[in-house]
């Protein structure tokens, strides 16, 4: 079985400084790890996913997360948050490359200070 | 190309009625995910549905709770007798026929027992 940890539930940062989302997994078996975000009133969006290819992922709108296996983790972060990152962001695990069955995290939200 | 859609987006239903949950998946996609979440926790897999067909149910409450995906229509999650221990955000994802590599979810229903 897989398992997701995120260790913060709210995170605020000031416009223009870096975003930090921690994240820690437990799985079984080589996993696929996922960052998804949703936005007030809108669906999920995936941001960004690892799937055993190059440790160090870049998402979409300036996102990036590095795979370390050694810490079991799958950290989000971003160089310069900006108004429009405020939502809540889930870290996502399957067990199996490709399986359909996600375990997510309970969410950290985002907030940004002008 | 529309998203995955779901409806109502907010439910209010009284202790022991029934809540009836609609999910159109994106145009082309023939597989659908019901997921739970309940406050403070994250997403919760229920049920994988392919057309007319259940094919993993492993998370669904054993009463009270069905999923069908009809040859034609969306897909309805079915929630007969509700109980304030139903009250969640569900979502709805769906993926392409060709093998899953990723999920697409809607905005979800909020449901509210009272």
């Known amino acids: 079985a897989q398992s997701v940890t995120q260790l913060d539930s709210h995170v605020s940062v000031s416009e223009g400084t870096p975003v930090l989302l921690r994240c820690n997994y437990s799985?079984?078996?080589?996993?696929?790890l996922f960052w998804y975000v949703q936005h007030p009133n809108k669906g999920l969006q995936l941001l960004l996913k690892y799937t055993s290819a190059a440790t160090l992922v870049k998402g979409i709108n300036g996102f990036e997360a590095e795979f370390k296996k050694s810490e079991t983790s799958f950290h989000l972060t971003k160089p310069s948050a900006h108004m429009s990152d405020a939502a809540e962001y889930f870290c996502v695990v399957s067990g199996v490359p490709n399986d359909y069955k996600l375990s997510f995290g309970a969410g950290t939200t985002v907030t940004v200070r002008a | 190309n529309a998203g995955v859609m779901q409806n109502p987006r907010h439910l209010v239903r009284r202790r022991g009625q029934e809540a009836r949950l609609r999910c159109s998946p994106m145009?082309?996609?023939?597989?659908v995910y019901w997921y739970r979440q309940l406050p403070e926790e994250g997403l919760k897999f229920m049920v994988y549905?392919?057309?007319?067909?259940?094919?993993?149910e492993s998370g669904m409450p054993k009463e009270r709770f069905s999923a069908e995906f009809p040859k034609e229509g969306p897909s309805i999650l079915r929630i007969q007798q509700v109980v304030r221990g139903d009250s969640a955000a569900y979502f709805c994802?769906?993926?392409?026929?060709?093998?899953?590599?990723?999920?697409?979810f809607g905005q979800g229903t909020r449901l509210t027992v009272v």
């Open positions: 799985s079984s078996y080589s996993p696929s």
């Open positions: 549905l392919q057309k007319e067909n259940i094919i993993d």
């Open positions: 145009k082309g996609h023939s597989h």
């Open positions: 994802a769906s993926s392409p026929p060709q093998g899953y590599t990723e999920a697409f």
